[in-house]
Every structure is written in structure tokens, then in C-alpha cells.
């Protein structure tokens, strides 16, 4: 074998090396480790590398409202810190409402529009977790985060009384609006805050 056809196969490994490191650091939030507690303190900040290249961004500083981790409906971790510096809609649903249902197609077909920008996670309560994953299935909101509340710690940390409720933050963690709102209000609301 030549010295060229050495060097050729080592810079062919180095880059398989780098895709495979590469490819390893990308695991999103369905693939993290499972906390102990349904509902447990996140740090107060989180650093994020930027994309475009080696320069970290500032880390976003995690509001009070945003402190807060616990499971999804199918057991994995989810932390609001994450979503810091982002506005974030709280969707507080039970999976016997009528009214939630309604709204399901709704939140199913902008959810993964505004995904990046403005996202929603639902907070399922008041019902047994068969329950729950099965409403999600049948309203296909499977590629949005629903979080696990049977035990209703989020619904009491946000005052939430009853089904179906949208508590919306800004972008400092400052809640927006709290209370019923139909689909089309839902839709505008999202709109309005992925232009801000």
C-alpha cells in the first residue's frame, strides 16, 4: 500500500470518527435519562453552544416560571429550563374533556409548526395514564411534549383549577395569558408571539 492510499484511508477515519462524535451529541429529550421525582428543581441557567460554530452563546436565564422538570406520558425526561428565552405555551388537559379534544386538533396541526420558536407542551392531568397516551394517539399529538401531571404539581405550581387551560409565557418567563382559549385565539396567539 502507498503512503497516499495510508494517508487517504487515516483522513477517511478521522471524518467517520468526527461524523460518529457528531451523531452522538445530537440526542434530544426522547432519548434522556428518566429523573427519580415526577416534578424536580432545573438549574437556574443552561449553557447552549451555538450552531453556526465554536462561540458559545450566553446561557438563558431560566425564570422561576420555567424552573421546573418531570416525565413525559411515555417516561422520559422533559425540563422546562430548555425552553428559557423562547415564549412557551402550557396546555393543561384531561383526557376525558370534551373541550380538550376539540382543541387537540388544534394544537396537533401548529405544534410542530412553531416547534423552534414558540412551543407547546401539554400537561396532562386528571385522568388515569392509559388514558392519556390513548388521547394522545388518537389526536396525533405524539410529536409534542405531554408531560406526565397526574400527581398535578404543575397544574398547582401554575394555579391551574380546571380543563382545559393555556398558560402562556413570554419570553422572560412572564405569564401572558391564563384561561380557555378556541382554536382560532390559540392560532393567532402563536403567530402574534413567533413574530415578536
Not at 398547582?156 to 378556541?182: C, M, P, W, Y
Request: hydrophobic content about 45%; overall charge positive.
Amino acid at each position: 500500500m502507498s503512503s497516499r492510499t495510508v494517508r487517504h484511508l487515516g483522513a477517511a477515519a478521522v471524518l467517520a470518527a468526527a461524523f460518529a462524535a457528531t451523531a452522538a451529541c445530537a440526542v434530544g429529550p426522547e432519548r434522556a435519562a428518566p429523573v427519580d421525582a415526577a416534578v424536580a428543581a432545573a438549574p437556574s441557567a443552561t449553557a447552549t453552544a451555538s450552531p453556526a460554530g465554536p462561540t458559545p452563546t450566553p446561557p438563558a436565564t431560566v425564570p422561576k416560571t420555567l424552573s421546573f422538570a418531570g416525565k413525559t406520558l411515555d417516561g422520559t425526561t422533559f425540563s422546562a429550563a430548555a425552553l428559557a428565552g423562547r415564549p412557551v405555551v402550557l396546555w393543561f388537559w384531561a383526557p376525558w374533556c370534551a373541550t380538550c379534544a376539540s382543541q387537540a386538533w388544534t394544537v396537533a396541526e401548529i405544534a410542530p409548526k412553531y416547534r423552534d420558536t414558540v412551543p407547546i407542551v401539554g400537561v396532562a392531568g386528571l385522568g388515569e395514564r392509559q388514558a392519556m397516551k390513548e388521547f394522545v394517539t388518537e389526536f396525533e399529538l405524539a410529536g409534542t411534549p405531554q408531560l406526565d401531571d397526574r400527581a398535578g404539581a404543575v397544574w398547582r405550581r401554575f394555579k391551574v383549577a380546571e380543563q382545559s387551560t393555556f398558560v402562556i409565557l413570554d419570553r422572560n418567563g412572564k405569564v401572558v395569558h391564563q384561561g380557555f382559549l378556541d382554536g382560532e385565539s390559540l392560532t393567532r396567539q402563536v403567530e402574534t408571539l413567533a413574530l415578536r
